[in-house]
């Protein structure tokens, strides 16, 4: 009797337990604080079928939920409507169905639009607007005051999209020369869905813009990423003094980012060498023989580090795995710095980083 009892109490449990929703898995990512200020992972160039995408607002902000994200932008196009006949225009539709969803989410939620002009000037975001239906304007530039009158950032989108720039290589045409004297260009896009731009690092360092990496997407993310273990979808590194709108814009006008992508990372020279610094230890030799002192080397981040041109004496190349210890067996004999390229951290058009381990 007890025994057919403790099976019908356990039928119960299963029965009950099927029949509660199951929460989704939120990634989490190892990447390194900067000093005093909060590494915000971000993608601020996403579309849905308020414009030419494929989803609704609500799941951009499921999607980084699950990616492990903490802010997005939504910018559906403002002239590029393709489902029109469909969906009502409504420039403002996707903030306002979205906005709720990512409180709830601990997302924060960017409102912005996408500015779909031919090259020059191509096209352009406009970040933390407050009305994008005021950006339905016939003339460019009209449009860009626009924006910055709601106190916008201003983004330059994929310069070197081959369908506007049929050789791949990013221009600052007069136009663009134009923005930067009034100040209405505040970052370019080094990375866009699958392709990046090594120039764009040199504009950016040049005309003190911020370096970003969103993945535009239209249709599932994970269709276009996360299809194999250790893949994540490309994303901006914002370096705020907090975990909010108004710290992530502020670091955004002070160009306070790097881009990640793949096993890749790029940006400003100061802030990838903070960002590497601030992310391995390199301990006291804890053993030595005849020859070697016996060293480790702990990389605490999600990306790994490939060293190379190493000093003579030393080891030519190191490889750091991502989350992982490195011993490295380093000659008695040797004496000089361990000034290594970091071969995965882009700095420049022809130029990574340059460390001393």
């Known amino acids: 009797m007890k025994k057919t009892l403790r099976l019908r109490l356990w039928i119960l449990i299963l029965s009950f337990s099927c029949t509660l929703p199951l929460a989704a898995q939120r990634r989490i990512y190892h990447l390194p604080d900067l000093d005093g200020r909060v590494t915000l992972k971000c993608d601020l160039h996403l579309h849905t079928v308020f414009s030419d995408g494929h989803v609704w607002p609500t799941v951009r902000v499921e999607e980084a ?33 979205a906005e709720n969803v990512a409180r709830e989410k601990n997302i924060l939620l960017i409102q912005g639009a996408e500015i779909t002009r031919k090259m020059p000037p191509g096209h352009f975001n406009a970040l933390f607007i407050s009305d994008a239906a005021r ?11 626009e924006a ?18 049929p050789d791949g290589i990013p221009k600052l045409y007069d ?11 505040h970052g ?24 970003l990496g969103n993945s535009d997407a239209h249709g599932v993310i994970s269709e276009g990423y996360l299809k194999a273990p250790g ?48 992310g391995i230890t390199v301990a006291a030799p804890f053993h030595e023989n005849d020859r070697h002192a016996f060293v480790e080397i702990t990389n605490h981040t999600e990306i790994p580090w490939l060293l190379v041109n190493g000093p003579a004496g030393a080891p030519g190349a190191l490889t750091l795995p991502a989350r992982a210890i490195t011993r490295v067996l380093l000659p008695k ?23 001393v381990l």
């Not at 939920?65 to 196009?77: E, M, V």
């Not at 950006?135 to 005051?145: A, C, N, S």
């Not at 136009?175 to 260009?185: A, E, P």
């Not at 361990?338 to 460390?355: A, F, H, S, W």
């Open 175 to 185: 136009i663009h020369h134009q923005l930067l004297d009034k100040g209405w260009l």
């Open 135 to 145: 950006l339905d304007q016939p003339e460019f530039l009209d449009v860009i005051k």
């Open 231 to 278: 893949d994540h979808r490309p994303m901006t590194l914002v370096f705020a003094r907090e975990r909010t709108r108004e710290s992530l814009r502020e670091a955004l006008f002070k160009g306070e980012t790097l881009v990640w992508f793949g096993e890749m990372l790029a940006g400003r020279e100061t802030l990838a060498r903070e960002f590497f610094r601030n």
């Open 65 to 97: 939920w699950r990616d492990g994200l903490d802010a997005i932008a939504i910018t559906d196009h403002i002239e590029y409507l393709p489902h029109k006949a469909y969906i009502p225009v409504d420039h403002n539709a996707a903030w306002k169905i």
């Open 333 to 355: 004999t040797f004496t000089g710095p361990l000034l290594y390229d970091v071969k995965n951290i882009m700095t420049g058009e022809t130029t990574v980083l340059q460390v």
């Open 148 to 165: 910055i009158g709601q106190k916008a950032f201003i983004l330059w989108n994929h310069p070197g999209w081959k369908a506007q720039e």
């Open 188 to 211: 370019i896009e080094f990375y866009n869905d699958v392709e990046y731009y090594p120039l764009v690092l040199d504009f950016c360092t040049r005309h003190n813009l911020a370096v």
